[in-house]
């Protein structure tokens, strides 16, 4: 399958003015792509995890006033939605494309989650790359290192998702805008991929 890598037209979607204009654009120029990510590696990861994986496109329908920042395809397993699971996503940023494994807050089985990501720190530590990134709010474009990270930080961000009503946690590479442009379609597939190979062994501590 022959899937378009994402490109400045695609970033600068989100420099548009305008909730209507915004989400014209996202439906024209980004949204096909998501499509097609999504058909393609729902199929990748349903073989990968054991479990049915769908596509959900993010369809921003709530928003009435302030035109959405970023945009994604989730993969979970549930074919009528992906907030109350554990899940994939791919997206991006005006700033960087994103890879993630994510427990957002409203995921009923938080606390479990995290009590075992936190008894698997010391594994996690070894088998997560360094160049990866953590984030605690899926709503903000700001993300942690993983480089650096120490056992206690690690503990310390799975504790907070056990014990904090809306906290989260999520796991994954951030590519630069420039980074992602200058890819080529092939390189760009290997990167998602990759990224999923990576982030398997957290999806499957659920």
């Known amino acids: 399958m022959n899937i378009s890598r994402f490109t400045a037209d695609d970033f600068n979607v989100f420099t548009i003015d305008g909730l209507e204009q915004r989400m014209d654009a996202l439906k024209d120029r980004i949204q096909p792509k998501l499509q097609a990510l999504g058909e393609h590696f729902s199929q990748r990861l349903s073989v990968m995890t054991g479990d049915e994986m769908h596509p959900h496109v993010a369809k921003h329908a709530r928003r009435t006033v302030n035109p959405p920042k970023d945009t994604w395809v989730a993969f979970a397993a549930n074919s009528r939605g992906y907030k109350m699971m554990p899940h994939f996503q791919i997206g991006l940023w005006e700033t960087h ?110």
């Open 97 to 206: 494309m994103f890879i993630w494994y994510a427990v957002i807050y409203e995921a009923p089985n938080k606390m479990e989650i995290g009590k075992k990501l936190e008894q698997q720190t010391d594994q996690l530590m070894k088998s997560i790359p360094s160049n990866y990134v953590w984030s605690m709010d899926h709503t903000k474009p700001e993300v942690i290192s993983n480089e650096g990270l120490g056992k206690e930080d690690l503990t310390s961000m799975f504790h907070r998702l056990q014990t904090v009503k809306k906290a989260e946690i999520l796991c994954g590479i951030s590519v630069s805008r420039d980074d992602a442009i200058q890819m080529n379609d092939d390189e760009f597939m290997k990167t998602i991929q990759d990224a999923f190979d990576h982030l398997l062994p957290l999806y499957k501590l659920n």
